[in-house]
């Protein structure tokens, strides 16, 4: 299976300076702008509660735009989804012998872990996001790097 393509800022895959200028246009040209994210119509008050958590905590990041508006709100009526079940069996424990909601929580969990992945949620999302741009910045800082990087204008 390929690996999913990372912001040219923060890849680890060795580019030209023209495939790297390229990338760098490309990605400027189609930013969007992130200033009407909003949870979608219909929620519930604890999922938009959650939706303003994800989004608090992603708008950091600067990988967020308006388009992101419909996964956020998945990822909140997920989530809630999640601790809804969780908390129907931790009031009726006996619920975890129950074919039917074991599979329900099943399917929202890989539902969940998905979305953590397009999100950077997940620890080792954020590491695996970390450890890239860690990568870069200390190519950038890399004196033998530049050097080579000057060669190759």
């Known amino acids: 299976m390929p690996k999913k393509a990372v912001s040219v800022a923060i890849t680890k895959k060795h580019l030209t300076k023209a495939e790297r200028t390229t990338r760098r246009k490309v990605e400027e040209s189609i930013k969007l702008e992130a200033n009407q994210l909003k949870p979608a119509k219909g929620m519930t008050a604890a999922q938009r509660k959650i939706f303003r958590t994800l989004l608090g ?22 989530i809630d989804r999640m601790h809804e079940i969780d908390i129907r069996i931790n009031e009726e424990p006996a619920l975890v012998l129950d074919k039917d909601i074991m599979d329900i ?23 695996k996001m970390g450890a890239l741009a860690a ?6 800082q890399d004196p033998l790097i530049r050097v080579l990087k000057r060669a190759e204008r």
């Open 135 to 140: 990568n870069n910045q200390k190519e950038e």
């Open 105 to 127: 929580k099943d399917k929202v969990f890989r539902q969940y872990m998905k979305i953590c992945a397009e999100l950077y949620l997940s620890p080792a999302a954020r590491a």
């Open 57 to 78: 905590h992603l708008e950091k990041t600067g990988l967020l735009s308006n388009l992101d508006a419909d996964t956020l709100s998945q990822a909140a009526i997920t």
